[in-house]
């Protein structure tokens, strides 16, 4: 049923530093991998003029004015943000769209999709892609096939993205229990929603870049400040008076 | 958003059938036999027409009968029911009417009460999203239930037809002037889409990808919006003001097929913009808007 449920017994979700994401690009390819294998992500044309496909994450980056100092550079992954409001979810005509009440994860049974794709226009952060040759909804499923399965070493049981952060920038774990690392994280950091006006409260956590104060000024400016003596002096004198 | 030809096709075209199958429902015909039976089809053929071209628009048509499930939360779910139901319960009166078998007019007022209902779910479904600021109005289910009862009435040659459709015209002035500001009445930025207006006024500096995907075609569509202007101006003459016009020389059934043959190409036209025009919030990541 696409009726949500009224709660969930965990929230697992993400949290993204972004203060320490430097854009490598690892978590997209990772999740790429892992889900390829997986449900299928297909890839059009990929090593042609036009290449095209199916990804459940995306790393965006911005330059932010910053009003005193220079612009600074912040690297944004996006992915689903297993909303606990999902409007992907109640849109859905056929079931195929749920969240999970055991633990909050929004998944797509692709068995009852009919590729539609209200979903997707429901969701505001583009969490949502149509596999352009299953014809199906494909979206993030915070690795379910991972963090369940104990044919994997522990250390294995999170998602892709998070196992694969060379940078630690993503984090995985429960955040409805305020005693969880993540929960301290965003506790600490002041982490936020993404458009949280849009009314889907969303599980997953962003923790801002820290300021990076303004510029100091340069190590070399003691030597642009040069006196010149000699021939040059004279000149200078000289050329100061014309 | 990317105005797919089936979904404008589909919307206009089986907005028209089941506005003109409320009207017959109602009783707005007088004839019999084949005069009966030829208007009725054109109803139902309207209406089945746009229920077909919208499975165009499915990449996984195999499972459509699901999509019958969802009734207590989808608004596509409840137009499936809705849609389904007007055809079936109206079947019986379109045999009366042609066979003159003389059905209570009840069943009829219901059918006719139903396709309404099914024009009004198809517009939920798109003023439900919030993500799409124009769309999410009450303007919007207006000004679909206005085209349907304006092309009904037009049809079913209502003696007050033409004051429906220069209300349409109305609507679509108003739809489309509040839908001009309702981007930013939504107050959403790149800066609140990616909360780095904590730091300061975000830009992309870099693509997240260099070529397209399903987001960028599906939902940052921009092509053609340069047109916007004269299409509304071909809109609002063709749908509404030249039918208008039509009707109210006598001139019988052919004034009324020139009058609906123009009327569809400016609802076409308006659907169109209301697709094209629509703007969705995820953009934002990708600098579509400021």
């Known amino acids: 049923m696409t009726a949500l449920p009224q709660t969930t017994e965990k929230k697992l979700g993400l949290v993204i530093d972004l203060d320490t994401c430097v854009g490598c690009q690892a978590c997209v390819t990772a999740c790429k991998g892992w889900n390829d294998a997986g449900i299928g992500l297909s890839d059009q044309d990929p090593y042609g003029a036009d290449p095209s496909g199916t990804f459940l994450n995306r790393v965006h980056s911005y330059q932010v004015a910053v009003p005193e100092g220079p612009a600074q550079v912040v690297t944004f992954p996006r992915s689903c943000l297993h909303c606990d409001n999902a409007p992907c979810v109640t849109v859905c005509p056929t079931g195929a769209s749920y969240k999970r009440a055991e633990d909050g994860i929004v998944l797509v049974n692709e068995d009852a999709c009919i590729g539609c794709g209200l979903c997707a226009w429901a969701c505001p952060y583009g969490a949502r892609e149509m596999d352009a040759a299953q014809g199906v909804m494909k979206k993030c499923t915070l690795c379910v096939d991972r963090i369940y399965n104990e044919t994997l070493p522990e250390e294995d049981r999170e998602p892709a993205c998070v196992r694969t952060c060379p940078t630690n920038a993503r984090h995985f774990g429960d955040l409805a229990d305020p005693e969880s690392q993540v929960s301290k994280l965003v506790a600490q950091r002041g982490g936020y929603d993404l458009m949280p006006d849009m009314g889907t409260k969303p599980t997953n956590k962003y923790l801002p870049p820290r300021r990076k104060g303004p510029g100091e000024a340069s190590p070399l400016a003691p030597l642009m400040d040069i006196k010149a003596t000699g021939i040059a002096g004279w000149l200078d004198r000289m050329l100061g008076k014309i | ?290």
């Open chain 2, 1 to 290: 958003m990317h105005p797919a030809p089936s979904v404008v096709l589909f919307s206009t075209l089986s907005g028209l059938g089941f506005g003109f199958l409320a009207f017959l429902g109602w009783g707005a015909l007088n004839a019999t036999g084949w005069t009966a039976f030829f208007l009725w089809g054109l109803g139902y053929g309207l209406a089945v027409a746009g229920l077909v071209a919208s499975t165009f628009h499915l990449g996984n048509p195999k499972n459509a009968l699901k999509a019958f499930t969802q009734w207590r939360t989808s608004w596509l779910s409840r137009e499936a029911w809705a849609s389904v139901a007007t055809l079936l319960i109206l079947a019986p009166v379109a045999l009366s009417d042609i066979f003159a078998l003389g059905l209570a007019q009840l069943v009829g007022q219901i059918g006719g009460a139903l396709a309404l209902l099914t024009v009004l779910t198809t517009a939920m479904i798109y003023t439900q999203i919030r993500a799409v600021p124009r769309w999410h109005h009450w303007l919007t289910p207006v000004m679909f239930l206005t085209f349907a009862l304006a092309g009904g009435a037009m049809l079913s040659a209502r003696g007050w037809a033409p004051i429906l459709l220069l209300t349409l015209g109305a609507v679509l002035f108003a739809l489309w002037k509040v839908g001009d500001g309702a981007f930013a009445r939504a107050g959403q930025t790149m800066g609140t889409a990616t909360g780095l207006d904590r730091l300061g006024v975000p830009a992309v500096f870099d693509p997240a990808h260099t070529a397209g995907n399903y987001l960028k075609r599906e939902m940052i569509f921009v092509v053609g919006r340069k047109h916007a202007a004269k299409l509304r101006k071909l809109a609002l003459a063709l749908a509404s003001i030249l039918p208008a016009i039509l009707l109210l020389f006598p001139l019988g059934p052919w004034g009324i097929a020139l009058a609906a043959f123009l009327h569809l190409a400016g609802a076409l036209a308006a659907r169109w913009l209301f697709f094209a025009e629509a703007e969705h919030v995820v953009g934002l990541y990708y600098g579509a808007r400021g």
